[in-house]
């Protein structure tokens, strides 16, 4: 359990957002990082909103963890595409590593799949060298053909990563989204080559929760995909969950 718990930390995006999150919250945060980075634990990233992100990426600098922020009118996305676009731009001048961005349900709700698709090609322009995480919020979409068209469609507007949920809803990751989606990864791969990461991230609180998502990334995807520049896990109160099996 030991070694799994240390694998499944590495994979974490440790994230804070809340409307309440204030300087002193999120140095509390990036504190608890870097005691357990200077223990050998590493997390993936820090994920928090992007008037955050100069600081974070200023206190990680001497550290392998990643700066991870929120853009494009999360957790929603209902504003104008070009203020989407502008607060990306902004968040990848900065030097962020990753923006994760959410899906237009709205358009999605509305048939208007080329819109999604045309959405996500012009964050993906605006992120300049940052990793695109496109957000798809299972919970909403529901059904397996909603999640598996929302999939198809953020991986040909040029997402990096799909990612289950923004952590707003009732409904975060389940077994069942991350599956598909880790099918139509699969399938975009056979086909083209490129490999798409994949973020559960919504409720996952738990070793078991955590493990069960890893386990099915390596049937559905193989080995190679269990790293973090392929496998991140969206969650705050996990950590400390490892944290205790780990030093237990």
Not at 77 to 89: H, M
């Amino acid at each position: 359990m030991n070694t799994l718990a240390r694998e499944l930390y590495s994979y974490i995006d440790l994230t804070t957002l809340n409307a309440t999150d204030h300087i002193h919250s999120i140095n509390e945060l990036i504190d608890f990082a870097l005691t357990q980075n200077a223990k050998g634990l590493t997390v993936a990233a820090i994920c928090v909103y992007p008037n955050f992100g100069a600081h974070v990426l200023n206190r990680l600098s001497e550290t392998s963890i990643h700066t991870a922020v929120v853009a494009g009118a999360f957790p929603h996305g209902q504003t104008f595409l070009e203020l989407k676009a502008q607060e990306v731009q902004l968040a990848a001048q900065i030097g962020v590593h990753d923006i994760d961005v959410v899906l237009n349900r709205g358009l999605f709700f509305a048939g208007d799949f080329e819109g999604v698709e045309n959405e996500i090609k012009v964050l993906k322009e605006h992120a300049g060298k940052a990793t695109l995480k496109v957000i798809l919020e299972s919970g909403e979409l529901k059904t397996e053909h909603n999640i598996r068209k929302a999939a198809q469609l953020a991986i040909k507007g040029g997402a990096d990563f799909i990612k289950t949920s923004t952590g707003k809803m009732e409904i975060g990751a389940n077994p069942e989204a991350v599956s598909i989606m880790c099918q139509e990864i699969k399938r975009n791969y056979q086909e083209t080559g490129k490999k798409i990461g994949l973020k559960p991230s919504g409720g996952i609180r738990t070793v078991e929760d955590a493990a069960l998502y890893r386990d099915i990334v390596l049937t559905e995807l193989g080995n190679e995909w269990l790293t973090p520049e392929l496998f991140r896990i969206g969650a705050s109160s996990l950590a400390n969950d490892l944290i205790k099996q780990i030093e237990g």
